[in-house]
């Protein structure tokens, strides 16, 4: 195919310093004028291929618009590697594999070795252990939503599990914390919303087309708000369960009780999702203050216990 060879004429442009047209004849099985074509297209895409006559001529890219291999440190190429693989785990697509193949272009011979081994010294993987089946399938109905802007329609349920049917704008894809969300402006409720991907169901995209409106980026980072809101309650806890409490705060909080305990001043808002957390924990943690929180706790037991009585 014809784009196939301009981009790999490109990708040889880059890799020598110059080249001439009947090599590149040679190397594409086509007549010289075919090649002389092709340079034009890929001047008219806004790439300066210079001609040069006489012996040892040939084309080249425009001293100055071309990168060379050593702007980039062996460090640097190792970097763009690691996060290209972690979002290849997550986004699966020929954009991310071309990309992934050019940058491994700017890799040198003598420093190939060297810098696949300092890509492979950490691994990225952002997918869950257990993940949604229809998360893969989204992403690719949201990516291909966002270049043509047309509208998603789909099935949302909000986090008290109420289910409503949603027309929305998609303006951004998000991933925080291994959970994928999605920024649009919701015409149901008027407004821009995050939405949670593991909450929506029977995502399509409709054929309606929308024009793309100013918008600000959600806003994703609330540390200082967290803190200002969180209080320390007093937690015990066994080793058990140290590194998943060690999830939430650092060991600064930790003091040893004994052999197998620790008593952790744990960061808390009294919400049920903190309330969640302290039972994701089992029997292996106890809230010993402050003691309304502690009666809260109890409260939640018990009211959890009848459930299991009732249905006996």
């Avoid at 979002?87 to 060297?114: Q, W």
């Avoid at 052999?259 to 029997?283: A, K, Q, T, W």
């Amino acid at each position: 195919m014809k784009i196939d060879r301009l981009v790999s004429i490109i990708m040889i442009l880059l890799e020598k310093e110059r080249v001439g047209a009947q090599e590149l004849a040679d190397q594409f099985e086509v007549a010289p004028r075919t090649i002389y074509r092709d340079i034009e297209t890929i001047n008219q895409a806004g790439i300066p291929v210079l001609s040069i006559p006489g012996v040892g001529g040939g084309f080249e890219i425009m001293p100055g618009y071309k990168i060379e291999k050593n702007v980039f440190s062996s460090a640097d190429i190792s970097a763009i590697l690691m996060g290209l693989s972690g979002l290849s785990n997550m986004i699966r697509g020929d954009d991310l594999v071309n990309a992934l193949a050019k940058v491994r272009s700017f890799i040198p011979a003598d420093r190939a070795e060297d810098i696949e081994l300092k890509a492979n010294q950490i691994y990225i993987d952002l997918s869950p252990w257990m993940a949604n089946r229809n998360i893969q399938s989204y992403l690719t109905i949201i990516k291909t939503a966002l270049q043509e802007s047309k509208l998603l329609t789909f099935e949302y349920s909000d986090r008290f599990g109420n289910k409503s049917t949603r027309i929305a704008e998609p303006y951004q894809l998000v991933l925080k914390n291994s959970h994928w969300y999605w920024q649009g402006y919701c015409r149901s409720r008027e407004d821009f919303r995050l939405f949670k991907l593991s909450r929506i169901s029977n995502l399509k995209i409709s054929g309606e087309s929308f024009n793309p409106r100013g918008y600000e980026k959600p806003q994703l980072e609330f540390t200082d708000m967290l803190e200002s809101m969180q209080t320390r309650i007093k937690i015990r806890i066994h080793k058990s369960v140290m590194n998943r409490v060690l999830d939430f705060c650092s060991f600064d909080y930790f003091s040893p009780e004994d052999e197998e305990h620790y008593i952790v001043r744990f960061p808390f808002i009294e919400n049920d999702y903190y309330y969640n957390i302290l039972f994701s924990f089992g029997d292996q943690c106890e809230c010993l203050e402050p003691q309304h929180i502690r009666q809260e706790m109890k409260r939640r037991i018990h009211r959890l216990s009848g459930v299991y009585k009732n249905q006996d």
